[in-house]
């Protein structure tokens, strides 16, 4: 369902980073967004609640090491 999917900027917000952080992970391939939005410019991604909610726990677990 498209409309529980979570824009570029609201995973910046919910990993508390930059839009353009999030742009460059999916650029490394660090987050995988589910699409691309067509016909919009750079970095207009959709993404999946339960995955970045995982790569955020995940990230945590790195930090606090």
Do not use: C, Q, W
Not at 14 to 21: E, G, Q
């Amino acid at each position: 369902n498209r409309a529980s999917l979570l824009t570029t900027s609201e995973v910046a917000s919910r990993l508390s980073v930059a839009r353009t952080t999030v742009i460059n992970m999916v650029n490394r391939g660090d987050l995988h967004p589910v699409t691309r939005i067509p016909a919009t410019h750079h970095g207009a991604y959709l993404f999946d609640p339960s995955e970045v909610e995982a790569f955020a726990e995940s990230r945590a677990k790195a930090v606090a090491k």
